[in-house]
């Protein structure tokens, strides 16, 4: 079982940065492939990145490549979020979520049904 809770969402203006982390329990965090996943009220949840957890590979939505970093620190079990160049489209409530899942792409990671495991969320609102 792995619990996992989000922190560092908030206000923000547009241009702005944030790091959202995610702090997992369990012994074995590092086995755990994590990504993070947004919603906005009344639409589906969509894929934002993800990092397995075999190697490091990272895999970013197109809405956020160039933006957005995905990492991890096992030592830690946290796994972070930073967004830069933040927009008014990226409000959202920001989810994590974990997976014991060793994928054979990369874009598996995208996929909700992939993870078990999620968090409550936090809420990031970019003001224009």
């Known amino acids: 079982q792995v619990r996992l809770v989000e922190s560092g969402g908030g206000l923000v203006q547009a241009g702005g940065s944030l790091r959202l982390s995610c702090a997992a329990s369990?012994?074995?965090?590092?086995?755990?492939?994590m990504a993070w996943f947004r919603q906005t009220p009344g639409k589906e949840r969509e894929f934002v990145a993800a990092?397995?957890?075999?190697?490091?590979?990272?895999y970013y939505a197109d809405s956020v490549k160039g933006r957005a970093t995905i990492s991890r620190e096992n030592a830690e079990n946290t796994v972070y979020l930073q967004m830069n160049s933040l927009k008014p489209d990226d409000t959202a409530v920001y989810y994590c979520?974990?997976?014991?899942?060793?994928?054979?792409?990369?874009?598996?990671?995208?996929?909700?049904?992939?993870?078990?495991?999620w968090g409550q969320g936090t809420q990031v609102t970019v003001s224009s």
């Open positions: 979520a974990a997976a014991s899942y060793v994928p054979d792409t990369m874009l598996e990671l995208a996929t909700q049904r992939v993870y078990p495991y």
């Open positions: 369990g012994r074995t965090f590092s086995r755990y492939s």
């Open positions: 990092i397995r957890w075999s190697g490091g590979s990272t």
